[in-house]
């Protein structure tokens, strides 16, 4: 058997954002996933279809690929779509974070990503942290038990802030 080959004009990102707008459509439906959970491609062919206000482009695109979803996501098994997907998730989260400077991590053996959080300023994170800590007062629930992270320039890496 060959390696799945995702489609030309397709980069493993792009590749990547159409599954997972087909995974919200299964579990959202259309109107709510293309409202909500529109793909976030890199390719500028494939941007100019989720830019167009005419909904006929994208929803064409879902409907011309998902059969090779499908196939493309049996030849390459469930755990290892799952990872990547799950890499590609962390990777998009830092994307659209990589400007901010402080951030939050929920503590423990989370690892989704290396912050749960990112705000543009401390004050920012420390209301967030207030705001969990009011939480637990309200419900009763276990203490906020995080860190508040910081980095000096954006992109760096996170650095605990202590004390």
């Known amino acids: 058997m060959t390696d799945p080959v995702i489609p030309a004009g397709f980069t493993q ?20 996933a293309s409202e909500h959970y529109a793909p976030s491609f890199d390719t500028p062919a494939l941007q100019a279809i989720v830019a ?19 196939a493309w996501q049996e030849a390459v098994g469930w ?13 998009e989260k ?9 951030a939050v991590h ?6 989704y990503a290396a912050h749960s959080d990112a705000f ?18 309200k419900y009763g629930w276990k203490p906020w038990a995080g860190r508040l992270l910081h980095r000096t320039e954006p ?3 996170w650095t605990e802030v202590q004390g």
Not at 54 to 67: E, H, M, N, V, W
Not at 94 to 102: K, S, T
Not at 122 to 133: F, L, N, S, T, V
Request: glycine share 8%; net charge negative; charged share 35%.
């Open 79 to 91: 755990q290892e779509v799952d990872r990547l997907r799950t890499a590609h998730l962390r990777q």
């Open 52 to 70: 167009d206000d005419d909904p006929r482009p994208l929803r064409g695109l879902y409907r011309q690929y998902y059969k090779a979803l499908q």
């Open 94 to 102: 830092e994307r659209r974070e990589a400007h901010l400077l402080w």
């Open 106 to 111: 929920p503590g423990g053996n989370w690892d």
């Open 13 to 32: 990102h792009d590749w990547l954002e159409l599954l997972g707008f087909t995974w919200k459509i299964e579990n959202e439906g259309y109107e709510y």
């Open 155 to 157: 992109g760096a890496d």
């Open 120 to 137: 543009e300023t401390r004050e920012d994170a420390e209301k967030w942290i207030a705001g969990q800590d009011e939480l637990v007062q």
